[in-house]
C-alpha cells in the first residue's frame, strides 16, 4: 500500500455556491439615489447623471439624490490614479460615506450606480450603504 502524504489526507475543496441573484428593485415609484463614478478626463459627467436621470425618471423613478466620485481631478487624485480601484466597492471610503447619508437622508429604496456591479460589489455595497444596490442596466431592465 502506497503511503499518503500529508497534503494527500487533506478534505477537497468546498463546492463553489450558487450565485444569489441579484436585489429586484422595481424602479415604479421608487426613490432612488444615483451613483457615478468618474476619471477627470471625462468632462461631459454632468449630462450622463442628467440622461441616467431622465432614463429612470421616465420609468416612474424619483431620483431623490446624486452622488459623483471623480478620480484625478485634484493633485493627489492624480497620483491615485496609478493606483487599483478597490474592487469591493469601487468607490473611496469617504464617498461611500457621503453616499450612505444621502441615501439615509432621502430615505432611498435603492442605489443606482451608473456602472454594472459584481456579484460582490453588489453585496458589499448593499451592506454599506443599508438599501440594495444595483447597476443602472439592471434597473432599466427590471422596469421594462
Request: aromatic letters at 4%; proline letters at 6%.
Amino acid at each position: 500500500m502506497p503511503h499518503l502524504h500529508r497534503r494527500d489526507r487533506r478534505p477537497a475543496r468546498r463546492p463553489v455556491r450558487a450565485p444569489r441573484p441579484p436585489a429586484t428593485v422595481s424602479v415604479t415609484g421608487s426613490d432612488l439615489v444615483l451613483i457615478g463614478y468618474f476619471a477627470a478626463k471625462q468632462k461631459d459627467f454632468g449630462s450622463l447623471m442628467d440622461a441616467a436621470a431622465a432614463d429612470l425618471a421616465a420609468r416612474g423613478a424619483r431620483v431623490v439624490g446624486q452622488v459623483v466620485q471623480r478620480r484625478g481631478v485634484s493633485r493627489g487624485g492624480a497620483r491615485a490614479m496609478a493606483r487599483p480601484l478597490s474592487r469591493r466597492t469601487v468607490l473611496s471610503q469617504g464617498r461611500i460615506r457621503e453616499a450612505a447619508a444621502v441615501c439615509a437622508r432621502a430615505d432611498a429604496d435603492a442605489a443606482v450606480f451608473l456602472w454594472p456591479l459584481t456579484e460582490r460589489q453588489r453585496h458589499t455595497l448593499t451592506a454599506l450603504l443599508g438599501r440594495p444596490a444595483i447597476g443602472l442596466a439592471e434597473a432599466l431592465a427590471d422596469s421594462s
